[in-house]
Each structure stands twice: as C-alpha cells, then as structure tokens.
C-alpha cells in the first residue's frame, strides 16, 4: 500500500514556475514508478511525465518536454515536478501516481495509487 501526498500547486503568471512535490509512505517507494498526471476542467486525465523506480529513466508528454522536470528522492520518499515556462494551457489539477509495471506505462487506468491532487492555475 502506497499513500501520495501532493504539494505546491498555486497561481502564477504565465512565464513562471512552480514546483511540485508528492510525498508517499510506505517502504516500498522506491519499487514504484512514478506519475505526474493533470485533469483540466471538462478534460480527461492525462499524461505529463512518469519516472522508472531507480530514477534513471524518464518519458515526457510532448506538450510538456523541454519546460516540466520529474525527479525523485527515494531516501525522502519522495517524487518532484519542476515546472518552467507555465503557459495558460497548463492549468489543471495536477496528480501523483504510483505503479508496479514500468516508467513507460502512460494511462491513468493502469495507475495503482493516487493522491489527492494539487491545483495548478497559470494566469496570462
């Protein structure tokens, strides 16, 4: 059982950035891969970034490559997003989650732990 805990969503200009944070309990942090997912109003969920348990490996949306950084800390249980040059489009509620399977999994349906979830608002 894995539980994920996110923080530092906020409002920011366009051109700003923010970074986030997803602590998770449990021993076993660090066999997970980890997500970065995100839901606009009337959107579905989708896909932003995703880490491989060792930290090594890493895959981006193309919406998001280039400006978002996921990173993690497995001695602080803990998975960062780094989010530069916030564009408008990049609001939404931004969620962490955990798998067994691989970095490489990008849908949410195949996720096995979720947090709540931390509002991200980027003004223009």
């Known amino acids: 059982q894995v539980q994920l805990v996110e923080s530092g969503g906020g409002l920011v200009q366009a051109g700003g950035s923010l970074r986030l944070s997803c602590a998770a309990s449990?021993?076993?942090?660090?066999?997970?891969?980890m997500g970065w997912f995100r839901q606009a109003p009337g959107k579905e969920r989708e896909f932003v970034a995703t880490?491989?348990?060792?930290?090594?490996?890493?895959k981006y949306a193309e919406s998001v490559r280039g400006r978002f950084t996921i990173s993690r800390d497995n001695a602080k249980n803990t998975v960062y997003l780094q989010m530069n040059s916030l564009k408008p489009e990049d609001t939404a509620v931004y969620y962490c989650?955990?798998?067994?399977?691989?970095?490489?999994?990008?849908?949410?349906?195949?996720?096995?732990?979720w947090g709540q979830g931390t509002q991200v608002t980027v003004s223009s």
């Open positions: 989650a955990a798998n067994g399977y691989s970095y490489t999994v990008v849908a949410p349906q195949r996720y096995d732990y």
């Open positions: 449990g021993r076993t942090f660090s066999s997970y891969a």
């Open positions: 880490i491989s348990s060792s930290g090594l490996s890493t």
